[in-house]
């Protein structure tokens, strides 16, 4: 990526200040006063909505012309529907506890001073997404919940819906009698501009990279600013030796099926070895009904032959990849210690699970697989904001500092200690 230029650098530290600027404002805002605004928003949302969809039909329209791959116009679509559901989680947000003030301890210490620690808004965030325009609402909604600003930087691929919404949004700010600015969006696709995003710690507080492994890892590179990793899901379940075929079938299939295009679908199965000849025929057939198709290890593919269900050859390639589309990954294991080995191996740390009715298996499950979120009997589909009762998500982090899983209001806050005292002075 090339160095940025001085324009774009002077375009970048004004957004910067204006960020800045503008989360002071809103770091005294009442919890009252951020209900009205968010109610605000949903209703300019709701009033813009014909302009807000059609302008992303511009957007469907373009990546159609430039080859873009159904699972990403699938992620980049905005229609009415979806459109509902993104306003709908607004009121979700509204009445979720405002965490901003709260005191997480407080104590009187001996040398006088009453000291408490207090929740406070991080000030500003910028955040970095690919293909999906609902982040833009989502990300800016918890972020004035919580009394940040907020710098964005989508997708070239949904330009205008990004720029419909943000207008919507600032134009529902403004009139609450608050800077615009609180919520800006970064207009050009020029990827310059965000090493030069990622490099401004003046201003800016936190940074989350909603996107691939290659954004991920140029965030992580390149910021002079903490970064949240996360948003890569290469999600296993783990078909134990003692479990309900069919309903773990069931499960397998939601995982998969529901939205194959999102972070928390489901990319690998393992099968206990002791029920692979069982499960798997169904399995697959149940699958390849709805459009699945297959990697699996020698002894699946075994399976499907006999059934004559096309499966392509597994690798270690295979299994880290992070589909985000109707394939799924076969693999047969010895036992629950083979599948925990292989989940260590090509995890990303997202969304793992076990399907088992041995509470032992469950267990020692839970507690050697690392990852934000972990299931028993349970669909990885669940590790959602929104599904956690967050309401709507910044991210699903993968590291373990600040924040894990999904960040919901919280994880946009920091602390301030609080020193109270009787004019005291040190001993």
Same mark, same amino acid.
């Given at each position: 990526?090339?160095?940025?230029?001085?324009?774009?650098?002077?375009?970048?530290?004004?957004?910067?200040?204006?960020?800045?600027?503008?989360?002071?404002?809103?770091?005294?805002?009442?919890?009252?006063?951020?209900?009205?605004?968010?109610?605000?928003?949903?209703?300019?949302?709701?009033?813009?909505?014909?302009?807000?969809?059609?302008?992303?039909?511009?957007?469907?329209?373009?990546?159609?012309?430039?080859?873009?791959?159904?699972?990403?116009?699938?992620?980049?679509?905005?229609?009415?529907?979806?459109?509902?559901?993104?306003?709908?989680?607004?009121?979700?947000?509204?009445?979720?506890?405002? +965490?901003?003030?709260?005191?997480?301890?407080?104590?009187?210490?001996?040398?006088?001073?009453?000291?408490?620690?207090?929740?406070?808004?991080?000030?500003?965030?910028?955040?970095?997404?690919?293909?999906?325009?609902?982040?833009?609402?989502?990300?800016?909604?918890?972020?004035?919940?919580?009394?940040?600003?907020?710098?964005?930087?989508?997708?070239?691929?949904?330009?205008?819906?990004?720029?419909?919404?943000?207008?919507?949004?600032?134009?529902?700010?403004?009139?609450?009698?608050?800077?615009?600015?609180?919520?800006?969006?970064?207009?050009? +696709?020029?990827?310059?501009?965000?090493?030069?995003?990622?490099?401004?710690?003046?201003?800016?507080?936190?940074? $989350?990279?909603?996107?691939?492994?290659?954004?991920?890892?140029?965030?992580?590179?390149?910021?002079?600013?903490?970064?949240?990793?996360?948003?890569?899901?290469?999600?296993?379940?783990?078909?134990?030796?003692?479990?309900?075929?069919?309903?773990?079938?069931?499960?397998?299939?939601?995982?998969?099926?529901?939205?194959?295009?999102?972070?928390?679908?489901?990319?690998?199965?393992?099968?206990?070895?002791?029920?692979?000849?069982?499960?798997? +025929?169904?399995?697959?057939?149940?699958?390849?009904?709805?459009?699945?198709?297959?990697?699996?290890?020698?002894?699946?593919?075994?399976?499907?032959?006999?059934?004559?269900?096309?499966?392509? $050859?597994?690798?270690?390639?295979?299994?880290?990849?992070?589909?985000?589309?109707?394939?799924?990954?076969?693999?047969?294991?010895?036992?629950?210690?083979?599948?925990?080995?292989?989940?260590?191996?090509?995890?990303?740390?997202?969304?793992?699970?076990?399907?088992?009715?041995?509470?032992?298996?469950?267990?020692?499950?839970?507690?050697? $697989?690392?990852?934000?979120?972990?299931?028993?009997?349970?669909?990885?589909?669940?590790?959602?904001?929104?599904?956690?009762?967050?309401?709507?998500?910044?991210?699903?982090?993968?590291?373990?500092?600040?924040?894990?899983?999904?960040?919901?209001?919280?994880?946009?806050?920091?602390?301030?200690?609080?020193?109270?005292?009787?004019?005291?002075?040190?001993?």
């Amino acid at each position: 990526m090339s160095e940025v230029t001085a324009s774009q650098q002077d375009y970048l530290t004004k957004l910067g200040q204006q960020a800045k600027q503008s989360s002071y404002a809103l770091a005294s805002l009442t919890g009252q006063e951020k209900q009205l605004l968010l109610s605000a928003i949903a209703a300019k949302l709701t009033a813009c909505s014909q302009t807000i969809i059609a302008a992303n039909q511009q957007d469907v329209a373009q990546a159609r012309e430039a080859g873009l791959s159904d699972a990403m116009i699938d992620r980049l679509l905005l229609d009415e529907t979806r459109l509902a559901a993104v306003i709908a989680d607004i009121d979700q947000v509204i009445n979720l506890a405002d +965490p901003v003030g709260s005191e997480l301890e407080s104590q009187l210490l001996d040398n006088g001073l009453r000291l408490s620690r207090r929740r406070v808004p991080l000030g500003v965030i910028g955040v970095i997404y690919e293909a999906r325009p609902n982040v833009t609402v989502d990300i800016a909604v918890l972020a004035l919940k919580t009394g940040n600003a907020v710098i964005l930087r989508g997708g070239k691929e949904t330009l205008q819906s990004n720029l419909a919404l943000s207008e919507a949004i600032r134009e529902a700010i403004a009139e609450q009698g608050l800077p615009a600015d609180a919520v800006q969006l970064i207009e050009s +696709p020029d990827r310059q501009l965000v090493a030069g995003l990622l490099k401004l710690d003046h201003y800016v507080d936190m940074i $989350v990279p909603r996107g691939g492994a290659h954004l991920q890892r140029l965030c992580a590179e390149q910021a002079t600013i903490p970064v949240i990793l996360g948003g890569i899901g290469i999600c296993h379940l783990y078909a134990d030796k003692a479990l309900d075929i069919d309903k773990a079938i069931e499960v397998i299939a939601n995982a998969k099926v529901q939205r194959p295009t999102v972070c928390n679908a489901l990319d690998t199965v393992l099968v206990h070895q002791d029920v692979a000849a069982v499960l798997l +025929p169904k399995l697959l057939t149940h699958l390849a009904g709805l459009g699945v198709s297959f990697y699996g290890c020698p002894q699946a593919q075994q399976v499907a032959k006999g059934i004559e269900i096309e499966m392509q $050859v597994a690798s270690d390639e295979t299994f880290g990849q992070e589909w985000l589309s109707l394939t799924l990954g076969i693999k047969v294991v010895d036992d629950i210690d083979s599948a925990i080995t292989h989940i260590r191996r090509f995890s990303s740390g997202h969304s793992e699970g076990i399907l088992t009715d041995n509470i032992h298996a469950s267990a020692h499950f839970v507690n050697q $697989v690392d990852a934000s979120a972990v299931y028993v009997n349970a669909s990885t589909r669940f590790t959602d904001g929104g599904q956690f009762g967050l309401g709507a998500e910044v991210a699903v982090s993968t590291q373990k500092l600040h924040a894990r899983g999904p960040m919901g209001l919280e994880a946009l806050t920091t602390y301030k200690w609080i020193g109270i005292g009787d004019y005291t002075a040190r001993q």
